[in-house]
T-cell receptor, first 111, second 113 residues
């Protein structure tokens, strides 16, 4: 059965800290992995990863995929209180256009 | 990427009643996806809505409970029927872009009392 597991489930840090969020997966015929930030209701898109070893970067956020070990990490440097959110990872299985979401990591950044 | 207008934003409903959620996309899309997020849980796909054909439901979801309409390439509705407190969730519609992944509507927070 296809599955996506995120760790840790929750994390509390102080402003300025660096955090690393993990997403491991088991899917048939992997195509792509997505990272989202969810603050209220609608998740907002962060990254799409399809190739191993190529870092995607946007400001203080970066992400990389390891297709051999079946995981991805999302790094946030110099965290700010505005980074407090649930971070979701999703993986497309078998070219179905359907993504399986992990349970998310709830990040709280304290001032 | 597409822009999706979803309504209502939130509603409180009595058990046994039905609620219809609407999503309007600013461009034509072949597939629209409906997700549910129960409290403290991740997103679960309910069904895929294709224009001109019946929606495809995921395991655990049935048409009688979650009827979907897709009358054209820019619009879809999801109805939550005969609601119970277990249906209290955030409901999200989405479309898929091969570059940006899913774009989500603003979500509907449903509370069933």
């Amino acid at each position: 059965e296809d599955k996506v597991v995120q760790s840790p489930l929750s994390l509390v840090v102080h402003e300025g800290d660096t955090v690393t969020l993990n997403c491991s997966y088991e899917v048939t015929n992997f195509r792509s992995l997505l990272w989202y930030k969810q603050e209220k209701k609608a998740p907002t898109f962060l990254f799409m990863l399809t190739s191993s070893g190529i870092e995607k970067k946007s400001g203080r956020l970066s992400s990389i995929l390891d297709k051999k070990e079946l995981f991805s990490i999302l790094n946030i440097t110099a965290t700010q209180t505005g980074d407090s959110a649930v971070y979701l990872c999703a993986v497309e299985a078998s070219g179905t256009y359907k993504y399986i979401f992990g349970t998310g990591t709830r990040l709280k950044v304290l001032a | 990427s597409a822009v999706i207008s979803q309504k209502p934003s939130r509603d409180i409903c009595q058990r046994g009643t039905s609620l219809t959620i609407q999503c309007q996309v600013d461009s034509q899309v072949t597939m629209m996806f409906w997700y549910r997020q129960q409290p403290g849980q991740s997103l679960t796909l309910i069904a895929t809505a294709n224009q001109g054909s019946e929606a495809t439901y995921e395991s655990g979801f049935v048409i009688d409970k979650f009827p979907i309409s897709r009358p054209n390439l820019t619009f879809s509705t999801l109805t939550v029927s005969n609601m119970s407190p277990e249906d209290s969730s955030i409901y999200l519609c989405s479309v898929l872009d091969r570059v940006d992944g899913y774009t989500f509507g603003s979500g509907t927070r449903l509370t069933v009392v």
